[in-house]
């Protein structure tokens, strides 16, 4: 048996304890994808208490509707998207998606992805998305990581897609000015 089909194997067994209520599999299983769902939740989080609650609150979920999973698809995915309505419904409670800054008109330089990537660490990039307004970074998120429409964001959220659209404009706009600044500050200290 391969690496990957014992992996899956030892997923399902954890799921149906899990279903029966198995303390131990439920263990297991948290411990198992914490580490990943945590970091899903840190991006719609403004701080890692707030993404320790989405994500304790996401596994209660994940626990509560366990026996809905049907074995096809990805398990992780199927969390991914508990751990995001989770983190949605912590976003609708606490505020209204309104345009929240001024992007200013100034003149970003273009650099490919690979080149900011390799300047800068997943842990700084996490970090700029994590100082984007509310607004933004719920859009960006959803667009960019989770993959979603312009129309399935603004029925998600209950604003047009026109919103949606400008929002992620203005959500990159912040990122590209924060990049640049960011390489800008490492340039000088290495020169």
Known sequence: ???????????????EGCIKGDRFSQSRLYNLYNQKMFLVCLRYARNREEAEEILQEGFMKVFEFIHQYKFNGSFEGWMRKIMVNCALQKYRSKTHLRPVVDIDATAVADKSHDEIIATLGTKELLNMVQQLPPAYK??????????MKHREIAELLGIS?????????????????????SLQSSQVKYN
């Open 161 to 181: 897609e026109g919103t949606s659209k400008s929002n992620l404009s203005d959500a990159r706009a912040l990122l590209q000015k924060a990049v640049n600044k």
């Open 1 to 15: 048996m391969t690496e990957a089909a014992d992996i899956a194997q030892h997923t399902q067994l954890l799921i």
């Open 138 to 147: 719920m859009i960006f998120n959803l667009y960019v990581f989770e993959g």
